[in-house]
Each structure stands twice: as C-alpha cells, then as structure tokens.
C-alpha cells in the first residue's frame, strides 16, 4: 500500500507557474513508473507526464515544452513544473504510480489537487 499526497496547485494567471509535488507514503521501486494526469469538468481523465521505468520520460502534446516531470528518489517524491500555464491547464491534477515490485503488480492514485489558471 503506497499513499500519494498532492500538493502545490492554485490559482495563477495565464503565462505564470506552478509547482507540483507528489509524495509517496513509502519508497518505490525506480522500476515504477510515475506520473501525472488531470481531469477537467466535463471531459475525460488524461495523462499529462510519465515517467516510465525511472528513465523514460513522455508527455501530452498539449504541454510538451512547457511542463517538466522530474523525481527525486531520496525523497520518494515526483514533481510537476508547470511553465507558460494556459487557462487549459485548469483541472484537477492527480499523481498516480504504477507497475510491477517484488510482491506484484500495483497502481495507485492520489486525491489530487486544483489548477486554475485565468486569462
């Protein structure tokens, strides 16, 4: 059992920053994959960042080039630096880590956390 705590989320003007920060309960393997989706009103749950086995990192076309998913091991925590925010990015942002450790297969979500960003 992993829990996954959100944080860093608000309100910013368009063409400003945020930092998201994601922190796991316990450690986790670099063999996880970890990442970031976001859920508007309305619209379906979508994956923003990954990073996949600790080393193979992906992004949404809508925010490749602004954002940056990172993580620090020691820490047990995965980031989210948000740059050239849109009013677009508005949506709950949910950290999620996935993949298969030593005793199975896991998956799990965090509760999220707001981003609005106003124009």
């Known amino acids: 059992q992993v829990q996954l705590v959100e944080s860093g989320g608000g309100l910013v003007q368009a063409g400003g920053s945020l930092r998201l920060s994601c922190a796991a309960s316990r450690s986790i393997s670099n063999l996880n994959n970890m990442g970031w989706y976001r859920q508007a009103p309305g619209k379906q749950r979508e994956l923003v960042a990954v990073?996949?086995?600790?080393?193979?990192?992906k992004y949404s076309d809508s925010v490749k080039g602004r954002f940056t998913i990172s993580r620090d091991i020691g820490k047990n925590t995965v980031y989210l630096q948000m740059n050239s925010l849109k009013p677009e990015d508005t949506a709950v942002y949910y950290c999620n880590t996935r993949g298969l450790g030593v005793r199975g297969s896991y998956d799990y979500w965090g509760q999220g956390t707001q981003v609005t960003v106003s124009s």
């Open positions: 990073i996949i086995s600790g080393n193979i990192i």
